[in-house]
């Protein structure tokens, strides 16, 4: 009687859990479609700006020669009437002869202008006005066009302004898109008040989005700038939920921050250079929601993230998914468990019914229940450990049952897991687990895989030895080690081995990882991020800083299982896996930290900066190849990236066997930048004595 008690509780429960995961994941999939819809509405409105540009940026490709003010006050004229949502559609005209070392854009001094179409506020049926802004005579001259509503392109009178006024080729929605970093992409803004409306008072100025893109004329020459901004007005309609919906909906960036408004008195702000709606009002469940981490974790190859949370005693669900062609904003959504529907009604009927099967059970097995309570408890923790055993949970608890038996093998599982614990110190855990899905046992074998491999290693690591107690430099190390880690882990790499204080680590091995290039790159910058702030952290103490350098190389190698058939050792074996230790000790003779091949650098030079270092023919082999520093992500900045081209530049002389050339760029920065210095010392030795006539530039490493 207790077993079928039992049975009759766990089927019951069970079909309980299941019907009410049935109508979670029905609503599941209904607020993904609401989702779907309402991003497709933001991005069919903000993409209007797109379109406008694109219209214009054709029609200006017509135009025999260069477009002057009439002609592109024409264009733009004409798109602002198809659409009533743009606040201001402009086009900056400008010739280009080159770009600087920034990569920003140099300019012509002649032929300067800008045209700005744009609507006189944000209510329907406003004038739509023209300001154009010219560089004549050597100063700037500004003019309006002023039309009434509903006039024509011609209709209105010029007035020149006498106020005075920047030139527009120097302002970031020129400068950005005409830089070497966009060419032939567009780029979009984030919420901004409209330039044209800094006259006006604050409460007055309309808040647009700026979609902004360089042109080009028929034969590719760069004509000029082409911008569009979109009222934001529409943006608190178009992310709400339909009427009736139990939904909130909101949009919001990255950081947690609102786009939209919930209330008529919330107002935008400035937060930190970003307009952001300031609410007192803001529900309690979304400020939850804004808060979680999930929402600064969307990455671009996955758009959206999900998942529970309680506020106030109340379960709610909530989903964020990303707008692709926003800075960073997300589409956010909560609804409270209670509200879905249908859900409030199947908890009331399962009350009922367990009502009435307690009572039923009650009368059939009223001296069983006790028992069957302790057997039920003692079978589900045999069963939870059992689960999490399977799915690699090896974390300890305490062996408590009512049975002796039942205790007797929760003891037999717990030591079970002691053992695991202890293996996954010294295997892969991933590869344990490929071997325990595949239900075999490893056999010594490999196969040929393209993988990518880093050496890590700490210079003159031998005196931090001798400065530290054993046990201090055991502690120390161990810290060290486990920031590398955790850092190659973040990446989907794998630690294949501790040698003494290097690391060697992989990716795509066991598991398959797509981008494992870029990947291995951003393990690099993580590891000395992540030995910096272990540095500086208060575990650290006065000890002495280690240095670390890493040698990184994409290559088809060995990969599997080697050893003896009772002793083996999942790792890589090759040509490959020897040029990135080789790279990795090539960092010492440059005074660099990060040391690349080329085959690792063209699959991420699109991700990371990068510095070309030099070719060299690394001790053991005789054929150079191209090594790269990783200086750091894109956008990065200051004095490091100067002394990287100018090195480049210099490099290039030095190939030629321009040395004097060579030297006179080196001589500005070798005091501050290593390389530099290294590269001018063999550029004075050639000087002095030249290299024979078929030297080919490439520097041949005599050390290790």
Same mark, same amino acid.
């Given at each position: 009687?207790?077993?079928?008690?039992?049975?009759? +509780? &766990? %089927?019951?429960?069970?079909? *309980?859990?299941?019907?009410? #995961?049935?109508?979670? /994941? @029905?609503?599941?999939?209904?607020?993904?479609?609401?989702?779907?819809?309402?991003?497709?509405?933001?991005?069919?409105?903000?993409?209007?700006?797109?379109?406008?540009?694109?219209?214009?940026?054709?029609?200006?490709?017509?135009?025999?020669?260069?477009?002057?003010?009439?002609?592109?006050?024409?264009?733009?004229?004409?798109?602002?009437?198809?659409?009533?949502?743009?606040?201001?559609?402009?086009?900056?005209?400008?010739?280009?002869?080159?770009?600087?070392?920034?990569?920003?854009?140099?300019?012509?001094?002649?032929?300067?202008?800008?045209?700005?179409?744009?609507?006189?506020?944000?209510?329907?049926?406003? +004038? &739509? %006005?023209?300001?154009?802004? *010219?560089?004549?005579?050597? #100063?700037?001259?500004? /003019? @309006?066009?002023?039309?009434?509503?509903?006039?024509?392109?011609?209709?209105?009178?010029?007035?020149?302004?006498?106020?005075?006024?920047?030139?527009?080729?120097?302002?970031?929605?020129?400068?950005?898109?005409?830089s070497k970093a966009f060419v032939g992409q567009t780029v979009w803004s984030d919420l901004s008040q409209s330039e044209l409306d800094s006259a006006k008072p604050e409460n007055q100025r309309r808040v647009v989005v700026t979609v902004m893109r360089a042109v080009e004329d028929r034969s590719g020459a760069f004509i000029g700038v082409l911008r569009a901004a979109i009222l934001d007005r529409a943006l608190d309609t178009l992310a709400a939920p339909e009427p009736g919906a139990p939904e909130r909906t909101f949009l919001c960036d990255e950081q947690g921050r609102l786009l939209t408004r919930f209330s008529k008195e919330d107002v935008l702000k400035d937060e930190d250079g970003d307009l952001r709606v300031s609410s007192k009002k803001t529900p309690p469940e979304v400020v939850a929601a804004l808060a979680r981490p999930e929402l600064a974790q969307i990455r671009p190859e996955q758009l959206t993230s999900a998942g529970r949370f309680e506020v106030g005693g109340r379960a709610f669900l909530f989903g964020f998914e990303g707008l692709e062609a926003t800075q960073g904003w997300r589409l956010g959504m909560v609804v409270a468990e209670d509200d879905l529907p249908g859900l409030s009604d199947l908890r009331t009927e399962q009350r009922g019914m367990l009502g009435w099967a307690l009572v039923l059970m009650a009368v059939i097995v009223a001296g069983g229940v006790m028992a069957a309570r302790f057997v039920g408890r003692d079978l589900g923790q045999v069963l939870v450990q059992s689960r999490r055993m399977s799915e690699f949970d090896f974390a300890p608890t305490e062996p408590v049952a009512a049975f002796r038996e039942v205790e007797t093998m929760l003891i037999s599982v717990e030591q079970a897991k002691t053992s695991l614990r202890a293996l996954g110190k010294y295997v892969p855990v991933d590869l344990v687990r490929q071997l325990f899905k595949a239900n075999r046992e490893p056999v010594l074998g490999g196969e040929l895989r393209a993988l990518s491999v880093m050496f890590t290693d700490i210079a003159g690591f031998t005196q931090y030895a001798e400065l530290l107690s054993a046990n201090a430099l055991a502690d120390a190390l161990g810290r060290y080690l486990e920031a590398m880690t955790t850092a190659v882990h973040s990446t989907g790499g794998m630690i294949d081995k501790y040698i003494g204080d290097a690391v060697m680590a992989l990716w795509n091995a066991p598991l398959a990882c797509e981008g494992h290039e870029r990947r291995a790159c951003r393990a690099a910058l993580d590891c000395i991020a992540a030995a910096e702030a272990l540095y500086a952290s208060p575990s650290w103490g006065d000890r002495p800083r280690f240095l670390t350098r890493v040698g990184i190389h994409t290559a088809e190698v060995?990969?599997?299982?080697?050893?003896?058939?009772?002793?083996?050792?999942?790792?890589?074996?090759?040509?490959?896996?020897?040029?990135?230790?080789?790279?990795?000790?090539?960092?010492?003779?440059?005074?660099?930290?990060?040391?690349?091949?080329?085959?690792?650098?063209?699959?991420?030079?699109?991700?990371?900066?990068?510095?070309?270092?030099?070719?060299?023919?690394?001790?053991?082999?005789?054929?150079?190849?191209?090594?790269?520093?990783l200086l750091g992500d894109t956008g990065l900045a200051g004095p490091r990236i100067v002394w990287a081209r100018g090195y480049e530049r210099a490099l290039d002389h030095y190939t030629a066997g321009?040395?004097?050339?060579?030297?006179?760029?080196?001589?500005?920065?070798?005091?501050?930048?290593?390389?530099?210095?290294?590269?001018?010392?063999?550029?004075?030795?050639?000087?002095?004595?030249?290299?024979?006539?078929d030297w080919d530039g490439v520097y041949v490493a005599r050390s290790k």
């Open positions: 009687m207790a077993g079928v008690t039992a049975l009759l +509780a &766990i %089927l019951f429960v069970s079909l *309980a859990r299941v019907s009410e #995961r049935g109508l979670i /994941r @029905s609503s599941e999939e209904r607020r993904h479609t609401l989702s779907a819809r309402i991003v497709s509405r933001v991005d069919t409105y903000l993409s209007q700006a797109e379109q406008a540009v694109s219209r214009v940026e054709s029609r200006l490709r017509l135009v025999a020669s260069t477009p002057d003010p009439p002609t592109a006050e024409g264009f733009l004229f004409a798109e602002m009437l198809d659409r009533g949502d743009l606040a201001e559609l402009a086009f900056t005209r400008a010739h280009r002869s080159g770009f600087d070392a920034d990569g920003m854009s140099e300019l012509l001094p002649a032929d300067r202008f800008q045209v700005s179409v744009y609507r006189d506020s944000a209510e329907e049926g406003s +004038a &739509i %006005l023209t300001r154009e802004t *010219a560089l004549r005579g050597g #100063r700037i001259v500004v /003019r @309006s066009r002023l039309r009434g509503a509903g006039g024509g392109l011609r209709d209105g009178a010029w007035v020149t302004l006498l106020e005075a006024s920047a030139d527009p080729t120097t302002h970031g929605t020129f400068r950005t898109p005409a060995m990969v599997g299982h080697f050893g003896a058939p009772n002793r083996m050792s999942y790792t890589a074996l090759g040509d490959g896996v020897n040029l990135a230790a080789r790279l990795e000790s090539l960092n010492k003779q440059y005074g660099t930290s990060i040391l690349l091949s080329e085959a690792s650098w063209s699959a991420a030079k699109d991700m990371f900066v990068f510095r070309r270092l030099d070719r060299v023919a690394v001790k053991g082999k005789s054929q150079g190849t191209a090594v790269f520093e321009e040395f004097s050339l060579g030297i006179a760029i080196l001589e500005t920065q070798a005091a501050t930048d290593p390389p530099s210095a290294v590269l001018l010392a063999r550029c004075r030795a050639y000087l002095a004595s030249p290299p024979p006539e």
